[in-house]
């Protein structure tokens, strides 16, 4: 079993910053992909950033974030966090994360991010 508990969501002005986390716990033994994901209402859910181990590790960003978003990871905690600046209201929506074991991917409950103009 693996459980996934993110914090750090809420509601913000337009230019503001909030900062996600993920706390992966249970049979998290080999880790592959850490990473969050966005749904938007009325749109399919969305890639924002991963980080991928394996011969060092390797981030990727959607397009939209790139510049704003950062995404880290703590291996000792088992934690990967997303510091979002410079927020836009076109961010908003509910904020997942996934994390991939063994090619298996877990996501975690989601966390709401609003950003108002």
């Known amino acids: 079993q693996v459980q996934l508990v993110e914090s750090g969501g809420g509601l913000v002005q337009a230019g503001e910053s909030l900062r996600l986390s993920c706390a992966a716990s249970?049979?998290?033994?080999?880790?592959?992909?850490m990473g969050w994901y966005r749904q938007a209402p009325g749109k399919e859910r969305e890639l924002v950033a991963s980080?991928?181990?394996?011969?060092?590790?390797?981030?990727d960003y959607a397009d939209s974030v790139k510049g704003r978003f950062t995404i880290s990871r703590d291996n000792a905690k088992n934690t990967v966090d997303l510091q979002m600046n410079s927020l836009k209201p076109e961010d908003t929506a509910v904020y997942y994360c996934?994390?991939?074991?063994?090619?298996?991917?877990?996501w975690g409950q989601g966390t709401q991010v609003t950003v108002s103009s």
């Open positions: 980080i991928t181990t394996g011969g060092g590790d390797r981030t």
């Open positions: 249970g049979s998290i033994f080999g880790i592959k992909n």
């Open positions: 996934r994390v991939v074991i063994s090619y298996r991917a877990y």
